[in-house]
């Protein structure tokens, strides 16, 4: 099966940085989508960022213009590159993979990723503190 290792957490005071790494056990190019998601105590996960199976990336609104995803397929790792933190990006953060597929989303027959994704790392916990 594919697994995940996190990697970069820590306590960073807010205005700072931290990038997180993701390393993946099997080859992520064109045929797995790929995202960062998290979840505070008390509320539910979000999807943080992610890279679609065509390298289309997508983020929440609440991190856009802070974060950036990128992957290294040659490296087999996805990265979370985190400025400008803030206490309420404060949670769990943990990688995701999955295989595309053809699904249909919205009544639309497409090829991509449907949420959840089937493979999930343990998480690296990211605290911004004040």
């Known amino acids: 099966q594919v697994q995940l290792v996190e990697s970069g957490g820590g306590s960073v005071q807010a205005g700072g940085s931290l990038r997180l790494s993701c390393a993946v056990s099997e080859y992520i190019g064109s045929r797995y989508c790929v995202g960062w998601f998290r979840q505070a105590p008390g509320k539910e996960r979000e999807e943080v960022a992610s890279i679609d199976n065509n390298d289309n990336t997508n983020y929440a609104h609440s991190v856009k213009g802070r974060f950036t995803i990128s992957k290294d397929n040659a490296r087999n790792t996805l990265y979370l590159q985190m400025n400008s933190l803030k206490p309420e990006d404060t949670a769990m953060y943990y990688c995701?993979?999955?295989?595309?597929?053809?699904?249909?989303?919205?009544?639309?027959?497409?090829?991509?990723?449907?949420?959840?994704?089937?493979?999930w790392g343990q998480g690296t916990q990211v605290t911004v503190s004040s």
């Open positions: 995701a993979a999955d295989l595309a597929r053809i699904a249909v989303v919205g009544g639309q027959q497409r090829f991509g990723c449907v949420a959840p994704f089937q493979y």
